[in-house]
């Protein structure tokens, strides 16, 4: 019996018939950025972008083809779309079908079991977003909740070196992934799925199709809290989670430097046109404190988080020091929260983490603009 290769899945994958019913899909070479090892199977299926929608079941077929595969535990399979040669970039007028004045959005599926879906973002990045989301995780779990947490970031994710999960994730009987688990929270990342050092050189559509996957294609179980940890920007990822997805709200992470609160304005303004509660801001690395002589120096200057949160009229939840605490725990896969839960920069994230939550549970915003006063250091 022929082993899980790159030959083996692309022998199976000509079982599926091409969009225009003439030939199969590794036949029209529509088979792209395939990946194969340890039982992992990747791969994107290029279709035209104005099929996108409707070749969905294509893309099932393709991934049952392969799953059945001896050794074949995890397969991931993307639709991304192209643009066919000589095709207008965006459809005519007479093309393109505006929804009756007052007619209500198309609903927004939800993901079963999953009571709150929190997006965490940055409008750039080095800002610490993952970090922070890793850490909020953690102490929405010490609250007593329930929680998930979901790296949307697929060129660089980082959840796995985070929260110290290694593994890929098991496959049941209906093709469902199990999450990864570490520290009481349950975990997805496509870090999980391919090689550590991979690059992932996919195109938008593949991005969107394969964060719909592991959002929904996962057994989370029940969830108080999903922590969506979105890549740095306001680009496919973030639309589609807002306009897909039911987000509960948004936090936005922000250092205090100009040209980091610059880009977490633009974030707020894409979550606020949207139509997506921004929850709060939180400023990190507020300022640096010296492992040495215990002083503190404002690196990147300090407030100006908080400022811009005053001037969007949006909740601010706190601040988080720059310490090499902080970087150690992160490095070792033992987040602070978990490492030194009695520190005082483990018990900022449980304050913030406990306004988040607040906003949460009131979604008119009133209280929770009423933000908690933190000092560290």
């Known amino acids: 019996m022929a082993g899980l290769t790159q030959e083996r899945v692309l022998e199976v994958l000509k079982q599926v018939k091409s969009p225009d019913g003439k030939s199969n899909i590794v036949d029209q070479d529509l088979v792209a950025d395939l990946f194969v090892a340890d039982g992992r199977v990747v791969f994107s299926i ?3 972008a104005e099929r996108a929608t409707e070749l969905e079941g294509l893309r099932q077929a393709a991934e049952k083809v392969v799953g059945v595969l001896p050794g074949a535990e995890t397969v991931l399979v993307a639709l991304t779309a192209e643009k066919q040669p000589g095709s207008p970039s965006t459809p005519p007028p007479a093309a393109r079908k505006a929804p009756p004045k007052g007619a209500p959005l198309p609903a927004k599926q939800d993901v079963p079991g999953v ?9 750039k990045g080095g800002v610490g977003k993952s970090t922070t989301s890793a ?3 953690l102490a929405l779990s010490a609250m007593g909740l329930k929680v998930g947490l979901l790296d949307a970031d697929i060129y660089g994710p980082s959840i796995p070196k985070l929260m110290g999960a290694t593994g890929q994730p098991e496959v049941t009987e209906n093709r469902t992934m199990k999450p990864l688990e570490a520290h009481g929270i349950k975990l997805m990342s496509i870090g999980f799925l391919v090689e550590e050092d991979t690059a992932m050189i996919w195109r938008g559509p593949m991005v969107v199709s394969a964060l719909n996957q592991m959002l929904r294609e996962v057994d989370w179980g029940e969830l108080d809290a999903l922590i969506v940890d979105l890549p740095p920007g306001t680009g496919d990822v973030q639309l589609t ?3 897909k997805v039911p987000l509960t709200g948004a ?7 100009d040209l980091a609160l610059l880009d977490a304005r633009r974030g707020i303004a894409m979550f606020e046109k949207v139509a997506i509660p921004v929850l709060g801001v939180v400023e990190n690395m507020s300022h640096f404190i010296c492992p040495d002589c215990g002083g503190t120096h404002e690196i990147f200057g300090h407030g100006g988080a908080k400022a811009e949160a005053e001037k969007m009229k949006v909740p601010f939840l706190g601040e988080v020091p720059l310490t090499m605490e902080i970087r150690q725990q992160s490095d070792t896969g033992v987040p602070i929260t978990v490492s030194n839960p009695d520190s005082p920069i483990a018990k900022a994230y449980g304050v913030i983490a406990a306004g988040l939550w607040q906003g949460v549970m009131q979604p008119t915003g009133d209280a929770a603009r009423s933000a908690p006063k933190i000092v560290v250091g």
């Open 46 to 48: 290029k279709v035209p």
């Open 115 to 123: 009571k709150h879906i929190i997006a965490v973002a940055s409008g």
């Open 135 to 137: 850490n909020l995780a």
């Open 241 to 243: 989670m807002a306009q």
């Open 251 to 257: 936090l936005v992470v922000s250092t205090p430097q």
